[in-house]
């Protein structure tokens, strides 16, 4: 399961996630059935005997037990005479019908989910308002001091979908429209261009299209485009010799249950018949074409050798040299809390170390990251690791030369060492050592925060800040509140405010202090956003669907459980987490509340991260170039991509990075006040949802330059620090202690993509493209986005 999430995040940029093993297996049996009895597995590349190891009908395909398990998707059931690979692909399916056609359901009715979701946020929010232009915040700074956000649970919750449970509203699932990422038809393989659709018509009405990046886009427009035809892609094209002048295509068009299910059984058939047609899944499934079209075999990546890919990995990551003590300066200061009713609003408070109840009115140690322990938990490991153990927030340190090599750390992909986190900002003195190295740009515009005046449901089981009950800490903050950082404010209102004197106060201040005040569209004559939760025809199907998401995640669940002798899966570790102590119910709620976070964060935020790299690379052909280059002699010749080579993709890592500054698929940040806060002087009520809307940050010309708006790769070449001065401008991952834990991992992802096709395809616009990035639950292609595709000699 764990790579069948990998596989989705992978290849809903075009390719059928569950079809691609297969792929391997079939193309593997037509070059390399062999009657040797030693061989090498043709799927994992393992040596083995075969008379050891191949007893039984598998024994043609020359694949050991362990990847034979794989094809049988470990059924146990291997019965089948894989005489052609089409036989091969029914009996799978007939055989593993329940998991497939869950698994199938499941992911349509997640994109039911999803547009449901989309549709309501299109309704709920005036995108244009969520989106200040550009032009109009950098004319008016605000001279105030940053507040530093609380750090919640439910961030997002309230404001988004209750159908979101604790996951921000920025990620999403990445069926894009209610069509299957998944699947091809018939009709995708008669055009000349590769479609990578990632929208729906249906609910384009309901979104704002916003473009306030145009990176390098000039030549986007849609008068210009039979100049983009005419130099772009005609110049692609002619690097190709003449014989291979042909683009391809893939369609990830949505096709029936009954269509998809044979999705892939009628495409076999197509090919027969289109002779003259190339395709990049052609090039995937077809034996005939394969053997010319493929190259090097090695420059594919399946399920196993990017399972091996990620063992490395976390090897790796292991094998590192471990972190220094915290400084004993730091350990000798850090400050006590009381637990009190505030610190057990979700129940009494856990010392994640020990797993032991901190009982009320005792004093726990708090990391700046907020994270409570019993003093004789996290001193002893603090004087071993600087870090904290349960988010990884890294605190200061006597060790010179780490304080040194982090400083020159060029790898954004270690997010985690933000260095500037809200607690950071008003609590340690290094903050201000800190804010001093900064160049004057980076100082002037600490922050972007956006705010939204909504009110929200929750806010009634809000009780005061911490703070408010520890005179020190008070002065603590009111002091790094005057710490003269600048600020700037936009300010979301909200209908009923106007009945609101704290709402009425801030707007009139935010008014008063030329901010930007962007109304939010009508609700029912209801207040506050209480008619969210109205049986709404919306609604209603909104909360079928999570139901039906939900028992689907369970079937999932208890499927895959019964394999788990054979599938060591994220899925089973999550399984086994969940019961950890836990009720029947909150068992349930956990193995659905994962499932659902890493679906929903895995999967389209990486997805859709890959889109914009070939839109990028396709309009930018020089990078395109360099990149390539770079993954030739990088990875050519590397079976599989191992660590090693990922960490030297230098380029691809910058072009990586420059998308996601351009792109950054989770749009929002979101945090909610946990109580009546002072943001210079607009007084912030309790409730308040303050939203930083990334691409302000990432948009900065203070922080990034004149250029800011362009794509420029090389700007990463010395790192994040030195590319806009202070890392927290660059927060595609988001920071501090709820940053995403899956970077690495996407960061990896998107090399092993990009590299692969790079090494095999050069790309192009197509003349159908128009730019229209689209902020919905992920910042999209508004009208997908079609690339032309030509295989490399
Ligand atoms: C390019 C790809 C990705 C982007 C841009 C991205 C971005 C983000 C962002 C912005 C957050 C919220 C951070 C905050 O609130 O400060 C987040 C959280 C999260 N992400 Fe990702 N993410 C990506 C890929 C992934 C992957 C591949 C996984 C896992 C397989 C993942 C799992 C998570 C989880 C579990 C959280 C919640 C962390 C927490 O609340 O403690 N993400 N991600």
């Given at each position: ?169 920025t990620i999403s699932f990445g069926d894009y429209g209610g069509d299957s990422d998944t699947s ?543 890392a927290h401008m660059y927060v595609p991952f988001g920071h501090g202690p709820r940053t995403c ?53």
């Open positions: 399961m764990a790579i069948g999430f990998l596989e989705i995040g992978f290849f809903s940029i075009g390719f059928r996630s569950s079809k691609f093993p297969m792929f391997f297996y079939e193309w593997r049996y037509n070059r390399h059935v062999s009657s040797q009895p030693d061989f090498q597995c043709l799927v994992c590349t393992r040596p083995f005997t075969l008379d050891a190891e191949v007893a039984d009908t598998f024994e043609a395909l020359a694949i050991c037990r362990e990847c034979k398990a794989t094809v049988l998707n470990d059924d146990g059931r291997d019965d089948i005479t894989s005489s052609s690979w089409q036989t091969t692909r029914i009996g799978r399916r007939s055989r593993t019908a329940s998991i497939d056609s869950l698994e199938d359901t499941f992911s349509q009715e997640f994109s039911q989910l999803i547009n449901l979701a989309r549709r309501g946020r299109g309704a709920d929010v005036d995108s244009s308002s969520v989106f200040p232009q550009h032009a109009s915040y950098d004319s008016t700074p605000n001279r105030s001091q940053r507040w530093h956000a609380s750090d919640d649970e439910s961030d997002g919750l309230n404001y988004v979908d209750s159908v979101f449970g604790e996951i921000e509203s091809l038809d018939e009709h995708s393989m008669t055009a000349r261009r590769i479609s990578i659709p990632i929208d729906n018509d249906t609910y384009m009405n309901t979104d704002t299209d916003i473009d306030p990046m145009n990176a390098g886009l000039d030549q986007w427009d849609s008068d210009d485009q039979e100049d983009v035809q005419e130099s772009g892609f005609d110049e692609a094209v002619n690097t190709i010799p003449q014989n291979q002048q042909q683009s391809h295509d893939i369609q990830l068009s949505g096709l029936s249950e009954d269509e998809s299910e044979d999705a892939v059984w009628n495409w076999s058939v197509t090919i027969r018949h289109r002779a003259n047609m190339t395709n990049l899944i052609e090039d995937m499934e077809a034996p005939e074409m394969r053997t010319a079209l493929v190259g090097n075999p090695d420059d594919y990546v399946d399920a196993r050798q990017f399972e091996m890919l990620l063992e490395q990995f976390a090897e790796e990551s292991n094998s590192r040299r471990g972190s220094p003590p915290a400084a004993t300066s730091f350990i000798e200061n850090l400050p006590s809390v009381i637990i009190s009713a505030i610190h057990q609003i979700e129940g009494d408070v856990i010392c994640p170390i020990c797993k032991d109840p901190i009982p009320t009115r005792t004093r726990a140690k708090q990391l700046p990251c907020m994270h409570l322990y019993h003093s004789s938990c996290i001193l002893p490991w603090l004087s071993s690791r600087n870090t904290c153990p349960v988010c990884r927030y890294e605190l200061p340190t006597d060790d010179a030369e780490y304080e040194r090599s982090k400083q020159a750390i060029t790898n954004v992909e270690v997010t985690h060492q933000f260095a500037i986190g809200a607690m950071e900002e008003t609590n340690t003195s290094e903050h201000d050592a800190h804010v001093a190295e900064q160049p004057n740009s980076a100082r002037r515009s600490r922050g972007w925060f956006f705010i939204a005046a909504a009110p929200v449901l929750c806010s009634a089981v809000l009780v005061q800040h911490p703070m408010d009950e520890d005179h020190e800490d008070k002065e603590e903050v009111e002091e790094a509140r005057h710490k003269g950082s600048q600020t700037y404010f936009a300010v979301w209102q909200h209908q009923g405010d106007e009945n609101h004197p704290a709402r009425t106060q801030v707007l009139a201040e935010a008014r008063q202090q030329q901010l930007h005040v962007h109304p939010l569209p009508a609700s029912p004559s209801l207040e506050g956003n209480l008619w969210k939760y109205l049986p709404t025809k919306s609604n209603q199907e909104i909360r079928t669907l999570d139901e039906q998401v939900r028992l689907l995640i369970l079937d999932v669940a208890k499927e895959q459980h019964h394999h788990q002798d054979a599938h060591n899966s994220l899925l089973n570790a999550i399984i086994d987490g969940a019961q950890d102590g836990r009720s029947a119910e909150e068992t349930e709620d956990f193995i659905i509340g994962n499932c659902k976070t890493i679906y929903f964060g895995g999967h389209e935020s990486t997805a859709v991260t890959a889109i914009w790299c070939l839109m990028l690379l396709a309009t930018h052909p020089e990078w395109q170039e360099r990149a390539r280059a770079e993954a030739m002699e990088v990875c050519r010749g590397r079976t599989p991509l191992d660590i090693d080579a990922l960490r030297r993709l230098k380029i691809v890592r910058m072009v990586i990075q420059e998308t996601l500054r351009l792109y950054p698929p989770a749009s929002l940040m979101m945090r909610e006040a946990l109580s009546d806060v002072k943001l210079g002087n607009i007084d912030v009520p309790r409730g308040t949802i303050v939203q930083v809307p990334r691409l302000l940050l990432h948009l900065d010309k203070n922080a990034w330059g004149a250029d800011a708006d362009e794509f420029r790769p090389e700007r990463f070449a010395n790192g994040v620090a030195a590319a806009c001065g202070a834990v899956g970077q690495n991992l996407a960061m990896a992802e998107l090399k092993v993509v990009l590299v692969r096709l790079l090494t095999n395809f050069a790309f192009s616009p197509s003349p159908m493209y128009r730019h229209s990035p689209a902020f919905r639950l992920t910042i999209e292609p508004g009208f997908g986005l079609p690339l032309m595709v030509t295989r490399l000699p």
